[in-house]
Nanobody
Framework: QVQLVESGGGLVQAGGSLRLSCAVSGGTFSDYSMGWFRQAPGKERTFVSALSWNGVRRTYADSVKGRFTISRDNAKKTVTLQMNSLKPEDTAAYYC??????????????????WGQGTQVTVSS
């Protein structure tokens, strides 16, 4: 059984930075695409960033391009989201997810099979 656990969320002022991590257990981490999504209260879960299984292809939502960076460490079985220049509109619960075997990464929620429990990010103005 694959399990994902996010960490690194918190409260930060606008313009600050946070680094989210997602630790994955079970399965063969290095063979799967990974993604980050976020969900604000009363809103649907939306795509933030995705990374292909081999770490070559990175995609980002337009709203975070140039500010967020996704990466993976296959030895540690973790995927990281470095978030810089944070804005109040980045406030949400952030979720990591595991995608498909040898996947390129997707911005669709339905393309992911396993999800973490989420970590809260709050950006104050």
């Amino acid at each position: 059984q694959v399990q994902l656990v996010e960490s690194g969320g918190g409260l930060v002022q606008a313009g600050g930075s946070l680094r989210l991590s997602c630790a994955v257990s079970g399965g063969t981490f290095s063979d799967y695409s990974m993604g980050w999504f976020r969900q604000a209260p009363g809103k649907e879960r939306t795509f933030v960033s995705a990374l292909s299984w081999n770490g070559v292809r990175r995609t980002y939502a337009d709203s975070v391009k140039g500010r967020f960076t996704i990466s993976r460490d296959n030895a540690k079985k973790t995927v990281t989201l470095q978030m810089n220049s944070l804005k109040p509109e980045d406030t949400a619960a952030y979720y990591c997810a595991q995608g498909h075997l040898y996947g390129l990464g997707s911005d669709y929620v339905d393309e992911y099979d396993y999800w973490g429990q989420g970590t809260q990010v709050t950006v104050s103005s």
